[in-house]
C-alpha cells in the first residue's frame, strides 16, 4: 500500500489514509483500540505510522496465488499473499509530507524544546518500505527498433586534402638517344602484352530481376541455390551472357531480363564482350553449374535460406529496398550523412554537385557529379571501404548471402565501383524507378541501302572473285538503286518532307555570343559567321478519328506536344564554337530532347520547311556591300532558300537564278542562266516579290547573254542534280543528300571530294580522285556509263575545269600540291591501263602504269601467259580458295 500526503497542515487527511492501513490488517485491529480524532495527539498518530512501518517489514515472503488470476473474490487473511515486488523509497512520500530534510545534525536551524524533531522519523523507519508492482511484458516493438543498421555509423575519416591540389604527374623521361627510344618501345610492348590491371568486376556474376510493378535488379550470391522459378537470373561472365527465365516468372520480368542483355552487349558493359546471349529455363538449369558454384552448406544456413525466393512479387520490391537501399552524401564538413534509407531511390538524388554513396547490399557505387571535387571523391571511397567491412543483416533471404555468413564484411563477389555523371552503368541505372529511359534518335541521315564489307580476314591479298565479276556486281547496284528520299527520325516517328500530320506548336531561336546562348527574336535570316539553335514544338495529330458510338470522323487536337533542336553551324565558324554550341543546348533542354546538327548547305528538307520557304543565310553583315547577289536553292516553296554569293566567286551557273539587291535604295534585279529549267525561275520570281521594296516595284529580268558585265560559266552535259558515289579500293556507296530533288540546282558542296568519286549529272559522268585514279575504279565508271550519251572524263585534284567548277554552289581552289594529270577522256586512259604484260615485266614493276592493281598482277597476261604461268585457265584459278590463289602467286612472283 502506497501512502500519498497531499499537504503538510492537513491532518484529517492523513488520519483517514492511516484507519485505511489499519483496517487491511486484523493484528493490527486487535491490538490497538481507536481513538477519538479530537483525543489523539500528533506524538501517538507517529507512533502509530511506525509500527506499521515495522509490521511491513516483518511481514512474511510473498507467495503467488493461483486465485488472482480468476474472476473469483478472495478474502483478506492475516498475512495477504503478493506477487514480488520490487523495492520502493517511501521517502519520497514523506519529503511531501514533512517537506525537506537535512541529514546533517548540525544544521543551522534550530529545534525548540516543545516542538517535535520530524526529520527523526526518516532515520527510524529504514529499510525503506516496498511497494507492489506487476511485472511488465517485453515490448517486442521497441526491442527491435533498438537493433539498428550497422551500416549507418561512419566513423569520420581524414585524409591528406594537399597532395589533391598538387600536381603529382611526373614529368616523361628524355629519350636523348636511339637506344634509350629502343628501350622505351620494348618496355610499352611487354606492358602490352602482359596488362597488370585488374577488373573491377567479379569474374562470375549473377543479376536477380523479380518485382510486379517496378522490377528490382540487383546481384545476388553466385551459387545455383540462388536460383529460383519465381523469378529471372543473368549470369555475367567474360565471355558469356546467359538468362534464366523462371517457371513463375512474369512477362515484365522477362522483358526487363532481354533488355538488360541487350545493353550489355551494345556497350560491352560489365566486363562482358559476349556477341550474344542465350535463354535457358528449368530444364537446361544444369548448364550453370560450370559458371556458379555448387558447394553444401551447413545445415543451419540451409534453414536460414530456406525461404530465399518465396517473398512475394508484390512486396519483394518494398521489402528489399527496405533492408538494403542507404544512401549516404559527403557533407561540407567531409562527413557522410544519410540522405536515403529504407525507399527506392529517385533519379532527382543525382545533382551536378553532389558526391554520394549508394549501398545496395550486394553493390556499392561512389558516384560524383560534374561539379563535384576529386576531395569530395577521396572521402566517398573512404566511407565506402568502411560499408565493404560492414555485413548487411536480415539481408541473407534477399541476396542469397551463402558465402562469408559468419564473417564480418561483405562477401568477394559484392561489387564496389565509382561513376561519374554521364557514365551509364547498365546495373546502376536499373536501381532508380524513375531513370528517364527513353531512346533518343537525333539522326537524320538516311539509311544505306546495303550494309558495308566486313574487314578482311586474311589481309588486304584476299580475293573472293575475279575483278570482272565484283565489277559487274557494283555496277548492277548502282544502277538499280536511286536517291533516298529525304526523311527526319525523332523519337522513333519517320517525319518526310511531305510532313503528313505534323502541325507546328512554336518556334523559338537562340544564337552563341560568346559562350552563352543568347534568346533572340524568331528570324528567317541567318549569318554564316554563327551559330543558332531552333527549338521546334510540334506535334503529331492523328487524322480520321471516328467517334465510338457513331462511328462519324472527326478533327479535333490530337497527339502530345514534343520538342527538337536543330543547331545550325555556319561555314565561317570554327569547330570550337560547334563545340560550345552543342554543350550549350544541355541549358535551355531540361528534358534531353532529340538534337540534330546540321551545317551550313546540307540543311535537311525538314529544317527548311520550319521557315516556309524564306530561310535566307548571309555572308558576313559586318561587310558593307553596294550589291548583294543571291542565289535560289530548292525545288519547291517549301524548302526553297537564298544563299549570298561572296565576292571571291564573280562567275555565274548557267544551271541556277539569282536575284540581285541594291543595299542602297533596295532595287531587286533577277538572274536566270541559259539552262535554268522552269521550276527555278518561278522560285527565284517568288523570292524577288518577297524582297522588293514595294509592292508598285518591279524587279528588273535578265538572261544569260544580256549583259558583257555578267559572266557565267556552263557544265556541259548536266540535265538534274548530282549523283554521287565515293569509291573506296573495291567498294562504292551512294552519297545522299539530306534535302535531294532532282529539279534542285544545287546540293552537294565541295567539301564532299575526298578518295575517289564518280558524279552522274545525266549526260556526263566525272571520276575525281585525289591521287592517281586507280584501273579498277576506270573498269567500273566504264561499265556504269557503258550505252550512255556523253562522255566520261577523269579529273585530277587541283586540275578541275570550270565546267567540273560549274556543279557546285561555291569553288575554292585546292591548297598548291603536287600536280596530278589533267582531264583526260576515260577510254584512252583505259586503253592505256588495261594492255597485256609479259611476265617478266609484272615480276620486276619498273615500268608498270600508275594506278595499276598490284594485288591482281595476273590480270594483266595475256590468257596463253596465263595458262602458262599458273598452270590453269582463269575460271579454275579463281574458283580456289583465297589462301591457294595467294600461294601461286607467291610461286611466280606476282604476289
Known amino acids: 500500500m502506497l501512502y500519498e500526503y497531499n499537504s503538510v497542515y492537513e491532518d484529517h487527511l492523513m488520519i483517514a489514509q492511516l484507519k485505511k492501513s489499519l483496517q487491511q490488517n486484523g493484528q493490527f485491529e486487535k491490538k490497538n483500540v481507536e481513538k477519538a480524532h479530537a483525543e489523539t495527539s500528533l506524538k501517538d498518530r507517529l507512533k502509530l505510522l511506525s509500527d506499521s512501518a515495522n509490521l511491513w517489514q516483518q511481514r512474511a515472503p510473498p507467495k503467488r496465488s493461483t486465485k488472482l488470476l480468476t474472476n473469483e473474490?478472495?478474502?483478506?487473511?492475516?498475512?495477504?499473499?503478493?506477487?514480488?515486488?520490487?523495492?520502493?523509497?517511501?521517502?519520497?512520500?514523506?519529503?511531501?509530507?514533512?517537506?525537506?530534510?537535512?541529514?546533517?545534525?548540525s544544521s543551522s536551524t534550530t529545534i525548540a524544546a516543545d516542538d517535535i524533531d520530524l526529520d527523526a522519523i526518516l532515520v527510524s523507519t529504514a529499510p525503506k518500505l516496498t511497494a507492489p508492482r506487476k511485472a511488465r511484458a517485453p515490448n517486442r516493438k521497441s526491442a527491435a527498433s533498438s537493433q539498428q543498421d550497422e551500416r549507418i555509423r561512419l566513423e569520420t575519416v581524414k585524409i591528406d586534402e594537399e597532395k589533391f591540389g598538387e600536381d603529382n604527374e611526373e614529368e616523361p623521361e628524355k629519350l636523348e638517344t636511339q637506344a634509350q627510344a629502343i628501350a622505351a618501345l620494348k618496355n610499352a610492348k611487354q606492358l602490352l602484352k602482359s596488362p597488370t590491371k585488374k577488373s573491377i568486376f567479379p569474374d562470375v556474376m549473377l543479376v536477380q530481376i523479380k518485382g510486379a510493378k517496378h522490377t528490382d535488379v540487383r546481384i545476388v550470391s553466385p551459387s545455383i541455390h540462388s536460383i529460383h522459378e519465381n523469378a529471372c537470373f543473368v549470369v555475367i561472365t567474360h565471355r558469356s551472357l546467359i538468362k534464366y527465365e523462371g517457371a513463375n516468372s512474369n512477362i515484365l520480368e522477362k522483358t526487363k531480363a532481354s533488355q538488360l542483355c541487350i545493353e550489355i552487349i551494345g556497350k560491352t558493359d560489365l566486363n562482358c564482350v559476349a556477341d550474344s546471349f542465350s535463354t535457358i529455363d528449368q530444364v537446361q538449369k544444369s548448364q550453370l553449374l560450370k559458371f556458379l558454384s555448387n558447394t553444401r552448406q551447413p545445415e543451419e544456413n540451409n534453414n536460414n535460406n530456406s525461404n530465399f525466393g518465396e517473398v512475394s512479387k508484390e512486396s519483394f520490391e518494398v521489402t528489399i529496398s527496405a533492408k538494403l537501399n542507404l544512401v549516404f552524401r559527403i557533407a561540407d564538413d567531409r562527413t557522410a550523412q544519410t540522405v536515403s534509407r529504407r525507399e527506392k531511390v529517385s533519379y532527382s538524388m543525382l545533382q551536378p554537385d553532389e558526391t554520394l554513396i549508394f549501398d545496395f547490399g550486394s553493390e556499392i557505387y561512389v558516384w560524383s557529379g560534374r561539379n563535384s571535387t576529386k576531395i569530395d571523391t577521396a572521402y566517398a571511397v573512404e566511407y565506402a571501404k568502411q560499408l565493404l567491412n560492414k555485413k548487411v543483416k536480415n539481408g541473407r533471404n534477399l541476396i542469397g548471402d551463402f558465402e562469408e555468413s559468419n564473417g564480418e564484411k561483405r562477401p568477394d563477389w559484392t561489387l564496389f565501383r565509382k561513376l561519374h555523371q554521364g557514365v551509364l552503368d547498365s546495373l546502376f541505372k536499373s536501381k532508380f524507378y524513375d531513370w528517364p529511359d527513353k531512346e533518343i534518335m537525333n539522326t537524320c541521315r538516311p539509311k544505306p541501302l546495303f550494309a558495308p564489307k566486313k574487314p578482311n580476314k586474311f589481309g588486304e591479298y584476299k580475293v573472293k572473285m575475279s575483278e570482272d565479276e565484283e565489277i559487274d556486281g557494283l555496277v548492277q547496284r548502282m544502277i538499280e538503286e536511286q536517291p533516298i528520299e529525304p526523311i527526319l527520325i525523332l523519337e522513333d516517328q519517320e517525319i518526310d518532307r511531305k510532313m503528313h500530320d505534323v502541325i507546328t506548336e512554336d518556334l523559338d531561336l537562340w544564337i552563341l555570343g560568346g559562350e552563352i546562348l543568347k534568346n533572340i527574336e524568331f528570324s528567317n535570316v541567318f549569318d554564316s559567321t554563327r551559330c543558332y539553335v531552333l527549338r521546334w514544338k510540334y506535334r503529331i495529330q492523328k487524322s480520321g478519328v471516328r467517334r465510338i458510338k457513331t462511328g462519324v470522323e472527326e478533327e479535333r487536337e490530337t497527339g502530345r506536344s514534343r520538342i527538337a533542336f536543330f543547331y545550325w553551324l555556319g561555314e565561317r565558324t570554327t569547330p570550337k564554337q560547334h563545340g560550345l554550341c552543342a554543350l550549350r543546348i544541355k541549358d535551355i533542354d531540361k528534358d534531353n530532347s532529340p538534337r540534330i546538327r546540321v551545317v551550313q548547305g546540307n540543311e535537311p528538307a525538314l529544317f527548311l520547311a520550319l521557315f516556309d520557304g524564306t530561310f535566307l543565310v548571309r555572308c558576313d553583315p559586318s561587310i558593307q556591300k553596294p550589291i548583294q547577289t543571291f542565289v535560289v536553292t530548292g525545288a519547291n516553296s517549301s524548302e526553297t532558300s537564298l544563299r549570298e554569293i561572296d565576292e571571291s566567286e564573280p562567275k555565274l551557273r548557267s544551271h541556277a537564278a539569282y536575284i540581285r539587291k541594291t543595299t542602297k535604295n533596295g532595287e531587286i534585279s533577277v538572274l536566270c542562266g541559259a539552262n535554268c529549267k522552269e521550276a527555278q525561275v518561278k522560285l527565284v520570281l517568288a523570292h524577288a516579290e518577297h524582297l522588293k521594296p514595294s509592292s508598285s516595284f518591279q524587279p528588273k529580268i535578265e538572261i544569260e547573254g544580256d549583259s558583257e558585265?555578267?559572266?557565267?560559266?556552263?557544265?556541259?552535259?548536266?540535265?538534274?542534280?548530282?549523283?554521287?558515289?565515293?569509291?573506296?579500293?573495291?567498294?562504292?556507296?551512294?552519297?545522299?543528300?539530306?534535302?535531294?530533288?532532282?529539279?534542285?540546282?544545287?546540293?552537294?558542296?565541295?567539301?564532299?571530294?575526298?578518295?575517289?568519286?564518280?558524279?552522274?549529272?545525266?549526260?556526263?559522268?566525272?571520276?575525281?580522285?585525289?591521287?592517281?585514279?586507280?584501273?579498277?575504279?576506270?573498269?567500273?565508271?566504264?561499265?556504269?556509263?557503258?550505252?550512255?550519251?556523253?562522255?566520261?572524263?577523269?579529273?585530277?585534284?587541283?586540275?578541275?575545269?570550270?565546267?567540273?567548277?560549274?556543279?557546285?554552289?561555291?569553288?575554292?581552289?585546292?591548297?598548291?600540291?603536287?600536280?596530278?594529270?589533267?582531264?583526260?577522256?576515260?577510254?584512252?586512259?583505259?586503253?592505256?591501263?588495261?594492255?597485256?604484260?609479259?611476265?617478266?615485266?609484272?615480276?620486276?614493276?619498273?615500268?608498270?602504269?600508275?594506278?595499276?592493281?598490284?594485288?591482281?598482277?595476273?590480270?594483266?597476261?595475256?590468257?596463253?601467259?596465263?595458262?602458262?604461268?599458273?598452270?590453269?585457265?582463269?575460271?579454275?584459278?579463281?574458283?580456289q580458295k583465297d589462301w591457294k590463289q595467294n600461294e601461286s602467286r607467291k610461286k611466280v612472283g606476282l604476289f
Open 73 to 105: 473474490p478472495t478474502t483478506i487473511q492475516a498475512k495477504i499473499e503478493r506477487p514480488r515486488e520490487k523495492s520502493c523509497d517511501i521517502s519520497n512520500g514523506l519529503n511531501k509530507f514533512f517537506g525537506p530534510t537535512s541529514s546533517n545534525p
Open 709 to 879: 558585265n555578267h559572266k557565267w560559266i556552263n557544265s556541259k552535259g548536266r540535265k538534274h542534280a548530282m549523283k554521287v558515289w565515293r569509291l573506296f579500293e573495291n567498294e562504292i556507296e551512294q552519297l545522299n543528300h539530306l534535302a535531294y530533288h532532282p529539279d534542285c540546282s544545287f546540293t552537294f558542296t565541295q567539301i564532299i571530294l575526298t578518295d575517289t568519286i564518280l558524279i552522274d549529272v545525266g549526260e556526263k559522268l566525272w571520276i575525281w580522285s585525289e591521287e592517281v585514279v586507280t584501273t579498277f575504279a576506270l573498269k567500273l565508271a566504264d561499265k556504269f556509263w557503258k550505252s550512255r550519251n556523253g562522255e566520261a572524263i577523269c579529273v585530277g585534284k587541283g586540275e578541275e575545269p570550270e565546267e567540273f567548277k560549274a556543279l557546285f554552289l561555291k569553288w575554292d581552289d585546292f591548297e598548291e600540291e603536287e600536280k596530278t594529270s589533267e582531264p583526260r577522256v576515260l577510254q584512252t586512259l583505259l586503253a592505256e591501263r588495261c594492255r597485256s604484260f609479259s611476265i617478266e615485266e609484272l615480276r620486276a614493276r619498273e615500268n608498270l602504269p600508275a594506278g595499276m592493281d598490284l594485288r591482281r598482277l595476273e590480270n594483266y597476261l595475256t590468257d596463253e601467259d596465263f595458262l602458262k604461268t599458273f598452270a590453269m585457265n582463269r575460271k579454275q584459278f579463281y574458283e
